[in-house]
């Protein structure tokens, strides 16, 4: 059964930092695509990061360059830490499991993954990041 659950959330001011993570029950090395999502208030879900199996992630351009994301497959866990935080970051932010696409074992590219949320069937419950002025 595929679990996630986020943690690192958190109340800060604009300019801090936090790291999230994502404690995956399935592990990190699977046959799953794995991205990290935001949902603000009266908005959509906005797609942020994809990230492979070695470790390797795409990013939306919205968020290039304050977002790193990670994973550490002896702990099952992906990160997303997240820079320079401004008022407009202000979101529940998700990770989330699509599976790969068999027979072949692939994902999805990245920037359809981020732009295609339906794609994924399991998600955690998120975690709040609220960035104050």
């Known amino acids: 059964q595929v679990q996630l659950v986020e943690s690192g959330g958190g109340s800060v ?37 994809t990230i492979d199996d070695i470790g390797r992630a795409t990013y939306a351009d919205s968020v290039k360059g304050r ?3 990670s994973n550490d497959n002896t702990k099952n866990t992906l990160y997303l830490q997240i820079d320079s935080l ?10 989330a499991a699509a599976a790969r696409i068999m027979p072949w074992g692939r994902c999805f590219s990245p920037g359809f993954l981020l732009e295609n949320p339906e794609k994924f069937t399991y998600w955690g419950p998120g975690t709040q990041v609220t960035v104050s002025s």
């Open 67 to 69: 977002f790193t994301a």
């Open 13 to 49: 001011q604009a300019g801090g930092s936090l790291r999230l993570s994502c404690a995956a029950s399935m592990g990190t090395n699977s046959n799953y695509c794995m991205a990290w999502f935001r949902q603000a208030p009266g908005k959509g879900r906005e797609g942020i990061a």
């Open 86 to 95: 401004k008022p407009e970051d202000t979101a529940m932010y998700y990770c």
